[in-house]
């Protein structure tokens, strides 16, 4: 079976029909019809909120799983490292629904789905993109639960703010995309809210030798959190330069979709194929005692890892309909959700001072200006194209006519069928 790019077609503007569209993600997958922008628009509306409502949701699971709050008995699982290989290897569940759609819908067999997948790249380099990925994945969900043990929910997700103004750096360092002045505002605000809600309560309440503790575990807790949200800035960066180096023009409509639930699947079977050796290595260094869960203790965490999934999909989906900015702008809004539910289930929310909720007010003022930006959304930079009608030709492999994108230079670059 061929790769995708073996099949692309070059063809030149003067023979196709004239007709013009945009790839701007905002038109429902660059076809145009009212129905799938209204349809997009949704999508984008959905994923964002269960993207906030799951990372809330997860927080809460690993941080009660780590203290033992939610756990039978009372009794915690607090292993970060196999806490996270076990979860993570639920993302091969996207491939439940990629495989209907590649082999039922489009007709393909599923190997031949896997090469337009990889695209330019092959199904090596993809994959070594997506085990180099992985691993990162590991580190931050490792360092994002030893913060739980130090920190409260809330206090973690306004630390964990900080990925986007590393996004925006590794956006501006590594894809050169221009840096405004909206964004320099938007994270000096946010760096001011951040500090408002972390630094209050470190400098509040006990004397002496309770408070060099407390405020030792919270430096622990903070420094990784803030690592975490480092590593975090890099994965979602890294779904853009892995887009970009597979596909000429990203997938659009359900393809692109699709392209967006394989990746999280790919993870999931290099998560799962290579990720285990770092269990038996932290043993062996003294850094995580390996041991199974005890049997009371698998419906928690099967039901923890199936809130990570949801989690970790809506925010592959959300980054696919928006970018990683947008995601990442959108996260601040985790805040006041996590104030709430850590005030239901310990009665403590942190910015009972004040402080707190003034803290979260900045880090959503720099969000919005972080919004402000022009051409946020990543794929509304891709350049005019305009979608025709190829009839069957011996170069079509699937036997059925396709639409396809063609480039300013007549290059034949992706079929889009839309949503």
């Keep these: 079976m061929s790769k995708k790019n073996d099949r692309l077609p070059m063809l030149q503007n003067s023979s196709s029909p004239d007709v013009s569209a945009s790839c701007d993600c905002g038109d429902g997958g660059g076809t145009g019809n009212p129905a799938q922008k209204v349809c997009f628009g949704a999508l984008r509306t959905l994923s964002i909120s269960a993207y906030l409502v799951s990372w809330v949701a997860n927080s809460e ?71 180099a990925i992985s691993y990162a994945l590991l580190v931050l969900n490792v360092l994002f639960i030893v913060g739980l043990r130090h920190v409260s929910v809330a206090t973690s997700n306004a630390i964990f703010q900080l990925q986007t103004p590393f996004i925006v750096g590794l956006s501006v360092w590594l894809l050169q995309d221009g840096f405004v002045m909206s964004e320099a ?47 975090g800035a890099v994965y979602l960066t890294s779904w853009r330069v892995l887009s970009e180096r597979k596909d000429v023009a990203p997938p659009v409509g359900a393809e692109g979709l699709a392209d967006a639930l394989t990746t999280l699947g790919v993870i999931g079977v290099a998560n799962f194929l290579l990720g285990w050796p770092m269990l038996p290595a932290m043993h062996w260094a003294g850094m995580e005692t390996f041991e199974l869960p005890p049997p009371s203790h698998w419906g928690i965490l099967i039901i923890n890892a199936l809130i990570e999934y949801a989690f970790d999909a809506t925010c592959a989906v959300a980054i696919y309909a928006t970018s990683a900015v947008v995601t990442a702008a959108t996260a601040p809004l985790t805040i006041p959700l996590a104030m709430v539910a850590d005030g239901v289930l310990y009665g403590t929310p942190i910015g009972s001072d004040g402080w707190g909720w003034v ?57 889009a069928d839309g949503i």
Excluded at 84 to 112: E, I, K, Q
Excluded at 208 to 216: P, Q, S, V
Excluded at 395 to 410: C, F, Q, T
Aim: charged content about 15%.
């Design 61 to 131: 699971m690993l941080q009660g799983i780590s203290n033992g709050t939610l756990c039978p008995g009372g009794v915690p699982y607090d292993k970060p490292a196999a806490l996270t290989w076990m979860s993570y290897n639920f993302m091969m569940l996207s491939f439940l629904f990629v495989y209907p759609y590649a082999v039922f819908r489009r007709g393909w067999t599923f190997s031949h789905y896997m090469y337009r997948w990889a695209g330019r790249i092959g199904l090596a380099g993809a994959f070594a993109a997506c085990v």
């Design 185 to 231: 505002a938007g994270v000096s605000v946010s760096l001011v809210g951040v500090a408002l809600i972390v630094f209050p309560p470190l400098f509040d309440g006990n004397d002496g030798a309770d408070a060099a503790n407390d405020l030792r575990s919270a430096s622990v807790g903070v420094g990784a959190t803030l690592g975490s949200a480092a590593i």
């Design 359 to 415: 803290g979260a007010a900045a880090i959503l003022v720099g969000a919005v200006l972080l919004e402000m930006k022009p051409n946020l959304c990543s794929c509304k930079r891709k350049p005019l194209c305009r979608t025709v009608k190829i009839e069957e030709t011996p170069l079509l492999e699937s036997g059925a006519d396709e639409n396809w994108i063609i480039g300013a230079d007549g290059t034949c670059i992706i079929d």
